[in-house]
DNA sequence: CCTACCGATCGGTAGG
DNA sequence: CCTACCGATCGGTAGG
């Protein structure tokens, strides 16, 4: 992706996340690159390419995430661990990007809908297998895992409404925090 | 809200829910309530006010529930419940406006963003209190208030996402399930 | 990368 | 509640 490519990406992602991906034209786009609109065309195809590379690119992030984690670990509390910091790696590292994949992906077109869908039901399921993995080690608590994992994956991608990249908390640390917090809960149980 | 007004409100909750406030016309609207986009000027004054009416009436409903809870209970885990509870019971009984409330609350103009920021920051507030108040009393772990009282509602707030209201939980099951995993985590502490 | 422009569609109004 | 319509704006193209 050429310099100019990639400046156009992140200013597009920037209005998408502060206005949404209806109300950021390809007019407002250009005028923060300093260009018509007209002239984007010569970089994207698309408005609608600018989301669905977006989101995809993501996607295949996350996926290759809980695919190794599956790989490497092997006791069902590490893996969970080492799942959610592969989450929350990929969150930080990109949270313009995240914002508009988790809240602008319904304006796909209904191929690219359809195929997104289907990817993220792959992605949760990976989370269901370590879930089930816990559960027969006796580790987890029984529960009903569509539930446990939609509940996960939202505390997951919450970091990205108050998490500051400049701050005090590295990615992984964040990433500690979410994973106590999911496995021991609010109580304190020394007391 | 006269019977026309109410169909009229509902039927645009409804497709604001699967296709976006932006990418909902007004024409969407009338046609799904078999009028002509025109007449619909005669129940509401315009598309804005479908999105600021919804918005601010379940901002009323939160906000009600948490000044109860404060209210009425003393111990700070009892107060957490109650206002899951509340909280949980709101969003279920108004499945499409939430979802709506949750998802496009960005298309307010200016002046109603400002003041619905606030609110949600009230409203935020009201969490952080009975954090505090377990946090003094033993009871819950040392946390960043801001941090956890987020991934709470995010928890809550991902309720829309999966729940049935025709399933076999009912509201008050469902917050109970919340409840729980938010106090006592994913680990079997029997073992 | 720009000028010039198009067809489509939008929220909303006038007048009945 | 409808017909008729408006001004604005949109994503995108032609041609250079």
Redo the contacts between chains.
């Keep these: 992706m050429s310099p100019r490519k990639l400046e156009i990406f992140q200013t597009a992602l920037s209005l998408m996340k502060s206005?949404?991906?209806?109300?950021t034209t390809m007019r407002d786009i250009a005028s923060a690159v300093n260009m018509e609109a007209a002239s984007l065309y010569n970089h994207i195809t698309s408005k609608e390419d600018l989301l669905a590379i977006t989101c995809f690119d993501l996607a295949n992030q996350f996926e290759k995430g809980i695919l190794e984690v599956n790989d490497i670990y092997f006791d069902a509390?590490e893996k969970?661990r080492m799942a959610i910091e592969a989450h929350t790696q990929i969150l930080t590292a990109n949270l313009d990007a995240s914002y508009v994949f988790l809240?602008e992906w319904?304006?796909l077109s209904a191929d690219k809908l359809n195929e997104f869908k289907q990817r993220r039901d792959n992605y949760e399921n990976g989370f269901i297998e370590i879930?089930k993995l816990?559960e027969n080690e006796?580790?987890?608590?029984e529960?009903?895992e569509?539930?446990?994992v939609?509940?996960i994956?939202?505390?997951l991608?919450?970091t990205i409404?108050?998490y500051k990249p400049n701050g005090s908390l590295s990615p992984k640390q964040v990433a500690q925090?979410?994973s106590d917090?999911?496995?021991?809960?609010?109580?304190?149980?020394k007391?």
């Design positions: 206005k949404g991906y209806a109300n509390k969970l809240h319904r304006h879930l816990g006796g580790v987890f608590n529960v009903d569509k539930f446990v939609i509940t994956l939202s505390t991608n919450a409404e108050w925090k979410l917090f999911i496995l021991n809960g609010l109580l304190n149980t007391n």
